[in-house]
T-cell receptor, first 117, second 111 residues
């Protein structure tokens, strides 16, 4: 149980275009999902916290107009990188918290490797 | 907000030896401390976690200790094996709040 998927697993896009990444909880309902960015040889940096049916809460320094997050259902959150630039190239990982379970554990998706050319 | 520091940044051990990674946190309200193992290009995998009402937890070769007074917690891996080689992250959070991660430790187990 507690499986989180992401799609796509990798994507290459041209500078100036937008790309959407999906995060799904497959076997549980997730009221809260988190989006992280991880640069090579660095730690996971939280970008935003996404709650179902409400606006995402962005971390300081993360541009909300550039990284659009939508959490329309209890099983799906999307991250759209708008007007992507090469510096947005990174490993994007989502995680989800089980609505019915304890308050603590987060389940991570497999990540999406974004390369902007 | 919470700040988590992790040491060392790299750790090389001989197969069969023990490895210890230490983390300190700043927010005394934090009450959940997980440890993750991440292999290159993969998702972080939870290997063990501890809550603030417990001082130590063990799962086979892996153990975690927590000192709430000093605000530090440690990961102990005994009888290390080559497949333990990976990046390890500690994290801290309070209830349903966000996880704050340490910078990570690259563990190399030499055979």
């Amino acid at each position: 149980g507690a499986v989180v998927s992401q799609h796509p697993s990798w994507v290459i896009c041209k500078s100036g275009t937008s790309v959407k990444i999906e995060c799904r909880s497959l076997d549980f309902q997730a009221t809260t999902m988190f989006w992280y960015r991880q640069f090579p040889k660095q730690s996971l940096m939280l970008m935003a916290t996404s709650n179902e049916g409400s606006k995402a809460t962005y971390e300081q320094g993360v541009e909300k107009d550039k990284f659009l997050i939508n959490h329309a259902s209890l099983t799906l959150s999307t991250l759209t990188v708008t007007s992507a630039h090469p510096e947005d190239s990174s490993f994007y990982i989502c995680s989800a918290r089980d609505y019915a379970g304890g308050p603590y554990e987060q389940y991570f998706g497999p990540g999406t490797r974004l390369t902007v050319t | 907000g919470e700040n988590v520091e992790q040491h060392p940044s790299t750790l090389s051990v001989q197969e069969g030896d023990s490895a210890v990674i230490k983390c300190t946190y700043s927010d005394s309200a934090s009450n959940y401390f997980p440890w993750y193992k991440q292999e290159l290009g993969k998702r972080p995998q939870l290997i063990i976690d501890i809550r603030s009402n417990v001082g130590e937890k063990k799962d086979q070769r892996i153990a975690v200790t927590l000192n709430k007074t000093a605000k530090h917690f440690s990961l102990h891996i005994t009888e290390t094996q080559p497949e333990d080689s990976a990046v390890y992250f500690c994290a801290a959070s309070h209830d349903r709040n966000k996880l704050v991660f340490g910078a990570g430790t690259i563990l190399r187990v030499k055979s």
